[in-house]
């Protein structure tokens, strides 16, 4: 199964942008990478998701490495309620479903 | 729209007693089905998905089971619990498109005590 790699933490001052990597050496062709969120005692929620190229919505931007290997979550200006837990995750093809599995995921601390 | 709806959303129950959590997605038909759970402090753990009516596949837990008996509808079943079933338990829908995002419902907080 392809597998994400993501750093355990972050931090980043208000206002400044934010880079959050994510590393997918083993991905396939057809793997989408999405990213989600997660505020305290609530469930994740969609950031964004792409496949080859570049993304971007009213909530973050995706750059995806040329060969697919890596990618970066990017939030142009970090505000308080950024602060939340991000998952970085492929969608895999099993048996003709798709399982979705998260890994840990990269908590970020926005410093005011 | 679409919702998704999970209830309850706090529950302790004692050792060894049953569980039942309800999900339901309105405004959708055929949506791919997931449970998942929260350890403290932990990421996320796939427990069951499911593709259409009465089509399961568990990932790991082994005394809890899941059961769709309608198409919008996905249950979380154990007939005795343990402590360590004590998580937070997430509900969540997709389109059956590659890239449909995945939508959660607002959780159940289990405590077994």
């Known amino acids: 199964d392809a597998k994400t790699t993501q750093p355990n933490s972050m931090e980043s001052n208000e206002e400044e942008p934010v880079h959050l990597p994510c590393n997918h050496s083993?991905?396939?062709?057809?793997?989408?990478i999405h990213w989600y969120r997660q505020l305290p005692s609530q469930g994740p929620e969609y950031v964004i998701h792409?496949?080859?190229s570049n993304v971007n919505n009213r909530m973050a931007s995706l750059a995806i490495a040329e060969d697919r290997k890596s990618s970066t979550l990017i939030l142009h200006r970090a505000t308080l309620r950024d602060a939340a837990v991000y998952y970085c995750?492929?969608?895999?093809?099993?048996?003709?479903?798709?399982?979705?599995?998260f890994g840990i995921g990269t908590k970020l601390q926005v410093i005011p | 729209s679409q919702t998704i709806h999970q209830w309850p959303a706090t529950l302790v129950q004692p050792v060894g007693s049953p569980l039942s959590l309800e999900c339901t997605v309105e405004?959708?038909?055929?949506?791919?089905l997931y449970w998942y759970r929260q350890a403290a402090g932990r990421g996320l753990q796939l427990l069951f998905y499911?593709?259409?009516?009465?089509?399961i596949s568990s990932e790991v837990p082994q005394n809890l089971s899941a059961s769709r008996p309608q198409d919008r509808q996905f249950i979380l079943s154990s007939k005795k619990l343990l402590l360590s079933d004590s998580g937070f338990y997430l509900c969540?829908?997709?389109?059956?498109?590659?890239?449909?995002?995945?939508?959660f419902g607002n959780g159940t907080r289990l405590t077994v005590t």
């Open positions: 969540a829908w997709r389109g059956t498109a590659n890239n449909s995002p995945l939508h």
């Open positions: 083993t991905i396939s062709g057809t793997d989408y």
């Open positions: 792409g496949l080859t």
């Open positions: 995750i492929l969608y895999m093809n099993s048996g003709g479903y798709q399982k979705v599995t």
């Open positions: 405004g959708t038909s055929n949506p791919n």
């Open positions: 499911s593709v259409g009516i009465g089509q």
